[in-house]
């Protein structure tokens, strides 16, 4: 009777495992596929950002939806999508890890270090 016992507990434990790893690998390639879909898109911004004109940005009347940001500290740059509900305070360099943060009056990151400001600031 242990040993009917032991087997079925075994069999539990193996369809257990077996689950687990499939979740384990189901989350892993989900992750993944966030991923490329962001350097996508990220991709396709910065396409979109070198076929513009500098004057016709200069001269758009339609608030930018991107900004690129500088690090004072390594001059990487990032194209990022500008926030349309908060202002972003905080940012870290992708490069150097600085933490980058408004100066002076500026409200947000963007207005500080970004080649446009945040949508508040656009519309003044």
Known sequence: MNKGVSLVQTNREM?????CKNVLILSVLIAL???????????EIV????????????????SSETSEITCPKCGHKAVEKL???????KYNCKKCTTELTPEGDDCCVFCTHGTHKCPSKQDE
């Open 15 to 19: 369809r257990i495992l077996f689950i």
């Open 47 to 62: 396409d979109k950002k070198q076929t513009e004109s500098c004057c016709d940005a200069e001269n758009s009347t339609n």
């Open 33 to 43: 596929n966030v991923n490329c879909e962001n350097q996508a898109d990220k991709e």
């Open 83 to 89: 926030p349309t509900e908060v202002c972003l305070i």
